[in-house]
Structure formats: structure tokens, C-alpha cells
């Protein structure tokens, strides 16, 4: 990984050709290539998601606090049920991708809803030759084909790509795979001298698919539905005009549609009763039968909506530089599953009630941003300074939670004392949005049996059902996460040596207390 050449605040590059000499077959196979970081044996069949300065521990979550972008569109986990972690990036396409940048240090204030760090992720733009791959190791397989297609004649760039990917979780029983099919497209084009427009859409059709093992129970089986859809488009206005550099205008969706889908067989010596009552009251419990298949679904559609408008005004006085950045965004987060049930609800575990997602509403998260990034001399040594505030306003119809506005500011400094000496540091605030796993905690019931009764050669139970929640917090905070570090640059002897120390700490973790 190389060091970026702009920016003040601890941000490392991966080029094209550090991705092939790693021959990647999921995104965070790139970690190896970060100070610090270790090769593991590539693996599609469980989660692989980034986790950046986690220190050895989960305090603080760092996986659920690193954001991840392809192409601008932002990889959600906020509308999410399942337990806090990091994005799950097995459904994004490898071998069309550019650059990836990973961000460590303190981010500009353009970005927001993250934590520890951000990973940006850059597919291949304009023209290019047919390329064409195929890889293989122990467990995966892998092809794909990718062109940029000139159209001529003023009319753009169109960037194509195809992948097919697929892993065996066990080689002695090649019958639990996962498989991605992912397709890329992209088109550029510049109007008029001045308008540079930009849009894609990408793709993932896949997931882990496991078959009936003749060793195992027979009729069993596991399907894990992994499909992704992302577009983004853009507009850039060059006006190079006093007061105004340019503007521009982003829009972004990203869906995951993720369906968990468990046939399972079971068998009992007798007949198990099962409550699945949701009032407060007393009821007679089912009967589950001897022996039978139950079929348990968790069906999560996560939507992310985002827009944004920004400002630049790049600005120069002798030796005075002055690169001012606004903006004003906008995000949506909302889960449009039908849920958590069992396709024959009578079949249904004892305890289990069904959890339909689309009756929790949209999560809205209104920002504005402003930095200032200005370089200028001092005593014959370059001084370069970044300031930036983001405030934040999240809207949440029907919740406790709603309209809590939070302030985030940003500083990095840099001061070149020589050609081959510098210093540079920085401190900012970031915070992480809660995720519905948080916000909507799980309705839970106890459910107590107070007497049964036979009547022939079967017996019937009763149940006292008392529904209860997680009491809500006053006191709760979006998840802070404060971050300093310190650097030393230095060059001689056509070596370049980089130093870097930080201390981050996140106040107001995510987590659930039991107190009584």
C-alpha cells in the first residue's frame, strides 16, 4: 500500500497492479497489504467484512464502525436486524476494480455515519482492452471478463464487466458452496466542456447453497440468498467562476436482498407442546408432532437512498492555496423484508413469534459539512491545515430516537519543515448511526406453564404469555468515536520512512445491559 500523495489525515492507496499481484477473490483480502496486516487463506463461504484499527478486541465494534463505498454508493448495514458487524463485502465484484483507498486517520467531514475508518472502492472508468481472467485455488473458482468500450464521436465511455465466482466450504463434503455472479456497468461522458456526467449500476445474483449430504439427515438443507443491486449517478459542473470552482450533484441506491431459508428436520419421543401467542393471557399451547420438516425463513431487504449537492471553490493568492469544500446530503436507511417467520406457522419452535421488517419505518439522516484546507508559507517551510464541522440531524418517524441533531469536527495538520522532513497530526469526532438491531430491539415474551391436563392419551398444556421489552434509554447517544494521531515523514538515502501514532477511542458503544 502507498501513502497518498494529498490529503493530511493517514490514508493508504492500492493501485491496480498491487490487486493482481495479491490475486484477490474477496475485498478484504487487501488487509494484507495494510501496516499491520496478515495474509489469511481467501475464504467466500463465511462473512468477510473490514475492520479497520480494532486493537484486538471487539470494544467499540470497529467492524460496524468502518464504512464502505463502491463507485460513491455507500455498503449499508444499518437497516439490519441481525446482531452489529462490519459490511459483508463477499457480493462485490474484484476483478474490475481500479483502486481502493482506506482511509485510517481522521476523514474530511464530507463523510459521515462511520467510525474506526472508511474503505473506498474505484472500478475501472474509460477506455480499456478486453481483459480477461480465470483463477483458481483449492476451493474457488473464478473467471471474468471486463472491456471500456470508446463510443466515438463526443458520445462517452461504457465500462462492461462480468464475474463468476464459486467456493466449496469443505472439500471432503463438496456440498455447502457459495457463488457470486456479479456484473458491472459504467458510462462517462463530458458535455459541453463543462458537464462531466457519470452513472452505473452493479450487481450481484448469489449465495451459500447447501445440499442434501448423503452423511447427514437426509432431506436437510440451508439456502442463504446473497443478491445485491447498487446504481449510482452523478453531474459535475466546472464553472470556474470567483466565489464557485464547481457543483455537483449525486444520487445513490444500494439493495440487498438476503433471504435465510432453513429446512430442518426434527423428531421427538413425544409430543413437545409449543406457544406462539403474542397477547397477554393464558393459552393453550400447540402440539408439535413426532416427526417433521419445518421450514424457517428470514427474509431482509435492506434499502439505502442517499443524495447530496456539493461546493468547491479552489482559490490561490501567491503562495496562499485555499480549497474550500460544502455540502449539504441526505440518507435514507429501511428494511422492506417481509421478515423473520415459518412458511407453516404451526410448525413453528416453541417461543418463536413472527417479526414482519416492514413494520419498523425509514431511518433519515440529514447533513451539512464544511472544510477549509488551506496551504501556506512559513519562514521557508510549507504549512498545510484542514478544518471541517459536519452537523448531523437524524429524523425517525414514531421513534423515542427521533430528531437528535450531533455536531462532528475535524482537524489535520501538516507542516513540511524540508524537502525530506515533515510533521503532520490531526483529532476529529466521527459517529456511527445506530442500527436497527438498536433502535427496534426484539419484542421478547415469557411464557410460563401453570398446568396441563390429559384428556385421552394426550395432554394439553396452558401458558401464562406476558410480553415485555427492552426498556428505552433517555440517555442514548449515536456512537462517538474520537480519534488523534501523530506523524513523522521523512526521505534520505532514496528511502521514504513514515512513522504513525493514534489513540482512538469510541464513547457510547452499541450494546445491551441487563440490569435488574
Known amino acids: 500500500a502507498q501513502k497518498a500523495k494529498d490529503g493530511l489525515g493517514t490514508t493508504h492507496s492500492l493501485g491496480r497492479d498491487a490487486l493482481n499481484h495479491l490475486q484477490m477473490s474477496n475485498m478484504t483480502d487487501v488487509a494484507a497489504l495494510l501496516p499491520g496486516g496478515k495474509t489469511v487463506n481467501p475464504d467466500l463461504t463465511s462473512q468477510n467484512s473490514f475492520s479497520i484499527r480494532e486493537g484486538g478486541t471487539g470494544n467499540g465494534n470497529a467492524a460496524f464502525g468502518t464504512a464502505v463505498e463502491v463507485d460513491g454508493v455507500r455498503l449499508g448495514n444499518n437497516a439490519s436486524f441481525g446482531e452489529m458487524g ?29 467510525g474506526s475508518g472508511m474503505v473506498r472502492i474505484n472500478t475501472r472508468k474509460g477506455r480499456t482492452p478486453t481483459n480477461i481472467t480465470f483463477s483458481v485455488n483449492p476451493r474457488t473458482y473464478q473467471a471474468s471478463v471486463s472491456k471500456g468500450i470508446d463510443l466515438q464521436e463526443n458520445n462517452g465511455v461504457l465500462n462492461l464487466s462480468a464475474e463468476w465466482a464459486r467456493a466449496i466450504k469443505k472439500l471432503i463434503s463438496p456440498y455447502e458452496c457459495y457463488t457470486r455472479t456479479g456484473i458491472t456497468l459504467g458510462y462517462s461522458n463530458t458535455f459541453a466542456k463543462g458537464l462531466r456526467f457519470e452513472a452505473g449500476f452493479s450487481g450481484n445474483i448469489g449465495g451459500m447453497n447447501t445440499k442434501d449430504d448423503p452423511d447427514a439427515f437426509t432431506g436437510e438443507f440451508k439456502k442463504e440468498r446473497d443478491n445485491a443491486f447498487r446504481g449510482n449517478t452523478s453531474l459535475t459542473w466546472q464553472l470556474n467562476k470567483p466565489g464557485i470552482t464547481n457543483l455537483k450533484f449525486d444520487a445513490s441506491v444500494n439493495f440487498n436482498d438476503n433471504l435465510y431459508h432453513y429446512h430442518k428436520y426434527e423428531s421427538y419421543a413425544s409430543n413437545q407442546p409449543a406457544v406462539h401467542a403474542e397477547q397477554e393471557g393464558y393459552f393453550i399451547a400447540d402440539r408439535l408432532p413426532l416427526t417433521f420438516f419445518s421450514d424457517q425463513i428470514i427474509d431482509s431487504k435492506e434499502l439505502d437512498l442517499a443524495a447530496s449537492v456539493k461546493y468547491n471553490w479552489h482559490k490561490r493568492w501567491d503562495d496562499v492555496k485555499s480549497q474550500l469544500k460544502a455540502g449539504v446530503q441526505w440518507k435514507a436507511n429501511g428494511n422492506v423484508g417481509k421478515g423473520e417467520y415459518y412458511q407453516d406457522p404451526s410448525l413453528a419452535a416453541n417461543g418463536y413469534r413472527p417479526r414482519p421488517y416492514t413494520d419498523y419505518p425509514f431511518m433519515h439522516n440529514l447533513s451539512v459539512y464544511a472544510e477549509e484546507h488551506l496551504t501556506l508559507p512559513v519562514a521557508g517551510t510549507r504549512l498545510e491545515v484542514t478544518a471541517g464541522l459536519r452537523l448531523e440531524n437524524v429524523f425517525i418517524q414514531g421513534s423515542l430516537y427521533n430528531k437528535k441533531a450531533t455536531l462532528s469536527p475535524r482537524f489535520n495538520l501538516k507542516w513540511q519543515l524540508s524537502e525530506s522532513f515533515a510533521v503532520r497530526g490531526g483529532w476529529g469526532i466521527t459517529e456511527k448511526l445506530p442500527s436497527y438491531y438498536i433502535l427496534y430491539p426484539k419484542q421478547e415474551y415469557r411464557d410460563i406453564q401453570t398446568f396441563g391436563f390429559p384428556h385421552g392419551d394426550q395432554t394439553s398444556y396452558i401458558y401464562y404469555t406476558q410480553p415485555y421489552t427492552v426498556t428505552y434509554n433517555p440517555d442514548l447517544r449515536w456512537q462517538r468515536n474520537s480519534s488523534s494521531e501523530l506523524g513523522l515523514e521523512a526521505s534520505f538515502l532514496g528511502a521514504k520512512v513514515s512513522l504513525t501514532g493514534f489513540y482512538n477511542i469510541t464513547k457510547g458503544p452499541y450494546n445491551f445491559i441487563d440490569m435488574y
Open 86 to 114: 462490519g459490511v459483508d463485502t463477499r457480493s462485490v465484484a474484484v476483478e474490475n476494480i481500479e483502486s481502493i483507498e482506506v482511509i485510517t486517520g481522521v476523514p474530511s467531514a464530507e463523510y459521515g455515519d462511520l
